[in-house]
């Protein structure tokens, strides 16, 4: 008899271990935003990144549509749009 009550309470104690592992795993799988580890999710960035025709000129900082990108003297990169595709050409620089 008294080998029944121990391995009962072993049992239950057991059990109970494993209930509360159990759930902790269950509740971290939930959580799949925040976890320990040091993995980082794209698809927010993905969502926030800016579209082409948001970007603006380097020039008159006018958002109109697609940029083309010049390298100046210096090295810097600018984008400009249609408008000041002039100002590139006067200066001689470079498309990209």
Same mark, same amino acid.
């Given at each position: 008899?008294?080998?029944?009550?121990?391995?009962?309470?072993?049992?239950?104690?057991?059990?109970?271990?494993?209930?509360?592992?159990?759930?902790?795993?269950? *509740?971290? !799988?939930? *959580?799949?935003?925040?976890?320990?580890?040091?993995?980082?999710?794209? *698809?927010?960035?993905?969502? !926030?990144?800016?579209?082409?025709?948001?970007?603006?000129?380097?020039?008159?900082?006018?958002?109109?549509?697609?940029?083309?990108?010049?390298?100046? *003297?210096?090295? !810097?990169?600018?984008?400009?749009?249609?408008?000041?595709?002039?100002?590139?050409?006067?200066?001689?620089?470079?498309?990209?």
């Amino acid at each position: 008899m008294r080998y029944a009550v121990i391995m009962v309470l072993l049992l239950v104690l057991l059990g109970c271990i494993y209930f509360a592992f159990f759930r902790r795993r269950r *509740d971290q !799988t939930a *959580d799949k935003g925040v976890s320990n580890s040091n993995v980082i999710s794209m *698809d927010r960035h993905r969502n !926030t990144k800016n579209k082409p025709g948001e970007q603006p000129c380097s020039s008159c900082k006018k958002k109109n549509g697609k940029l083309i990108f010049y390298a100046q *003297d210096n090295g !810097t990169v600018v984008g400009l749009c249609k408008d000041c595709r002039v100002k590139a050409k006067k200066r001689d620089m470079l498309p990209l």
